[in-house]
């Protein structure tokens, strides 16, 4: 009866991996982490270079702000931008240097850019906002997903990329 289960069971695993796509993958991975209980809230598998974004409404302003960031299998996220309309609370008015590196300010029409050239950061950790935050990302392919699907209000989470598991 037990080896019966356990073939049950391991069927059961293989077909789950089968569809949800990781059957024979074993590449790098979007993750999103519940901070306090290392629970996996999503995870999306990714190719090095493809990018992330991380929208979220200003918390003063009410104005959207929208983080960009990079992905690589070893190094994890590296963030390449932030973009939005206004000044606020936390947001730079000008270049700022960070560590040996200089940030770029850019000003269009519309909106204020700026360019972190791929400032490394491995992971970033961040508290889930409520409905006027919505805090979103918007994946390669386009798939957004609302953290608050994922996880509630006020919920600590890290954002990271998960290295290849090795075959």
């Known amino acids: 009866m037990h080896r019966r289960t356990t073939c049950a069971v391991l069927a059961l695993v293989a077909a789950f991996l089968g569809a949800s796509g990781d059957a024979g993958t074993h590449g790098a991975r979007f993750v999103v982490v519940e901070a306090a209980t290392g ?35 070893t190094a994890g996220l590296a963030m390449r931008e932030m973009r939005f309309d206004t000044f606020g609370a936390n947001l730079p ?46 994946l390669p392919g386009g798939e957004r997903v609302r953290l608050l699907e994922l996880v509630a209000s006020g919920t600590s989470v890290t954002l990271a990329v998960q290295a290849p598991t090795p075959r």
Do not use: C, N, W
């Not at 990714?46 to 990079?70: A, Y």
């Not at 240097?97 to 400032?119: A, N, P, Q, S």
């Open 39 to 73: 629970a996996v809230a999503l995870s999306r598998p990714v190719d090095d270079g493809q990018q992330v974004r991380l929208e979220h409404t200003h918390s003063v302003t009410k104005r959207p702000v929208t983080t960009v960031f990079s992905l690589d299998s």
């Open 93 to 138: 008015v000008g270049p700022e240097r960070i560590g040996e590196e200089t940030t770029t300010f850019l000003r269009g029409e519309d909106e204020y850019r700026v360019l972190h050239h791929d400032r490394p950061l491995g992971a970033v950790r961040l508290m889930v906002g409520g409905p006027e935050v919505d805090h979103t990302v918007t």
